[in-house]
């Protein structure tokens, strides 16, 4: 199935992101492929949890588990070669990036959960890898800071959903879903669109200045 | 009814928080919804989860989770005015700390758990959203290191158990629980009461030296 | 039984590790009872999470609770004997971590999950109180860096799993995986053994370099 083919694409690529990362803290190859499978399952499995969706995509199916962890592996490998190649992953990681908000929307809507929470589990899968790569490499969480990514995930989801909802057929929605959101990130990626930035750098008193300062 | 009116100021309050903090980190909208509603209903979310409590608060009312992103997005216009109004806010969060709690406690009797689980989840349910946020924040957090938070909840998640164990009509336990647990947590931060400091400096040797000190 | 008896015995020592890890960061009495029980029964937690194995091993068992809160705010008084006492520590250590991964099997076979899940059960077990402690404590997660300690649960997993597959009775099992797994952690430690480290240090252009500036 599409899906599925595009599926696996998304989480080899976003593997290599996270092994990229662990690379940069200098970690062994068993953080490597923690950090890899975080980065690739991690966003579906924070959504399978809140959810109560059980047994997990990769308990269920341990494959996708082997190709994490091997495609964190073979970054250790290929690392250079990833960089000179950044374009072609920036556009896997966009097809990702729709396609993990595709799938996450889908479950909920598999479990008949309103369709704000349909939107928020398409946001989830689509974020949450990155999130979780970013707290463990102890870096900024990128996907709190810059471009249009939960957006564009939120936007897919509700584009899939609305579609559907006006009962149009599964293949077309999910294609143009694909396609759409695709380009949408891609632009976002290029132009630098971004969501406005809160800046609030007012001192309160009530911090823990001393603590702050070994970190 | 009283206490989910009390929620919803609490939730308001503690997502108002959450938006403070992202902006300290430059977080763009989104971070500011995250962190908002991490903050705000984190700590309920992760005591589900923890006791298996399906489905999720948030899930099963989303409107839940629509107060905590408009919240944390008010922020972001009245942010110098919250600052002034920071006493409010004491009060507000010191409120929304008892209700949380004695929702926790509630949702763990519901399930028929042992007291000490009933109360860990008053705890879990008052301190974890905080925790969740200065996790995501990457700063110290403060509940772990300053004044009576987890005590506070600790007390109002036994006084709860407790008046209600001893057959003390629902009603009054409720009132009773949050006008001592509000007081007690407002003398806690006008006094600077807090629990003893464990400070353990020494230097063993099979700490990551090199590493620790790129953070 | 022999495995409860070791259980509490590796519970106690990895709530005292935690507590170490609290002081080093100032935490109050809560926060160190928060770390010490994270980090004791943090990987079990995480892989009841996962595996959706309600209810969790504490909620069922809050005595558990009990003892790795006393573990840690005992600590605070013995500390500096710990210190001294750093080798019975290490041993204290690695028998924990056989036995978590022993546990940690078990539990994935018992819910008839397939052998690579069972075996990534013995390693969230073994591995993942310590990742969060490291992460509570915002220190480099040393099981990512550092020595042979995830490939030892998983070679204990591995191994139990293997041999109930051949039909050896559990109680050979059991045992013959502890003496192995052991020893091959305190060698690990003994001789310096490690996982290959993965450095990637080439700078990408899309880094988030103002925030990472903060940090």
């Known amino acids: 199935m599409l899906l599925t083919t595009l599926y696996i694409i998304g989480i080899t690529a976003e593997a290599m992101t996270g092994a990229l990362a662990a690379g940069k803290r200098h970690m062994d190859w068993f953080g490597v492929?923690?950090?890899?499978?975080?980065?690739?399952?991690?966003?579906?499995?924070?959504?399978?949890?809140?959810?109560g969706h059980y047994p997990l995509g990769w308990v269920a199916h341990p494959q996708y588990l082997v190709i994490t962890c091997l495609a964190g592996l073979f970054t250790t490998i290929v690392a250079p070669m990833v960089v000179r190649f950044h374009k072609v992953f920036v556009l896997l990681d966009s097809l990702g990036l729709i396609v993990f908000s595709i799938i996450g929307c889908r479950v909920a809507m598999d479990m008949n959960l309103p369709v704000l929470i349909c939107i928020v589990a398409a946001v989830v899968t689509g974020v949450f890898g990155g999130l979780l790569r970013d707290l463990i490499c102890r870096r900024p969480p990128m996907v709190l800071h810059k471009e249009l990514y939960a957006s564009v995930a939120f936007m897919a989801g509700g584009m899939y959903y609305g579609m559907l909802y006006l009962s149009i057929p599964e293949t077309i929605t999910t294609i143009t879903?694909?396609?759409?959101?695709f380009f949408v990130r891609v632009a976002a990626v290029q132009y630098g669109w971004s969501l406005p930035v809160f800046r609030f750098d007012e001192i309160e008193n009530n911090e823990p200045k001393k603590a702050e300062s070994n970190s």
């Open 33 to 51: 492929m923690l950090v890899a499978s975080a980065t690739a399952i991690g966003g579906g499995t924070v959504r399978d949890i809140l959810l």
């Open 177 to 181: 879903t694909l396609v759409v959101g």
